[in-house]
């Protein structure tokens, strides 16, 4: 089973960027989402992308200001963040599950991530105003 551990979380001013990485081991699953979740609110995916890297889903609240990526040969999944915002603010989690993941999100929204099989710990990103 992949295990997945995140880092590269901080605190940053509004406008700032920050990138996320979370390395997967053994390998990078079929797909790969960042999560977050906010004190007192339910978890809401943020970004995901399939295997290979070919395609991407991102929520509409981070389009144009997030970008997910991988590196095969790293086994790392990354989201640089621009232009980060107060209402960014959050536990960032990487999760790792089959293509089933992706297609639902894909075709449903990423339903809070239940449809991913494997979470890290959590990488806090704080922005403030």
């Known amino acids: 089973q992949v295990q997945v551990v995140e880092s590269g979380g901080g605190s940053v001013h509004s406008g700032g960027s920050l990138r996320l990485s979370c390395v997967a081991s053994?390998?990078?699953?079929?797909?790969m989402g960042w999560f977050r979740q906010a004190p007192g609110k339910q978890r809401e995916g943020v970004a995901a992308?399939?295997?290979?890297?070919?395609?991407?889903l991102y929520a509409d609240s981070v389009k144009g200001r997030f970008a997910i990526s991988q590196d095969n040969s790293k086994n790392t999944v990354y989201l640089q963040m621009n232009n980060l915002k107060p209402e960014d603010t959050a536990m960032y989690y990487c999760?790792?599950?089959?293509?089933?993941?992706?297609?639902?999100?894909?075709?449903?929204?990423?339903?809070?991530?239940?449809?991913?099989?494997?979470w890290g710990q959590g990488t806090q990103v704080t922005v403030s105003s």
């Open positions: 992308i399939y295997a290979g890297g070919q395609r991407t």
């Open positions: 053994p390998v990078i699953d079929s797909c």
């Open positions: 999760a790792a599950g089959t293509l089933w993941a992706c297609n639902g999100w894909s075709s449903a929204g990423p339903d809070g991530g239940t449809r991913f099989e494997t």
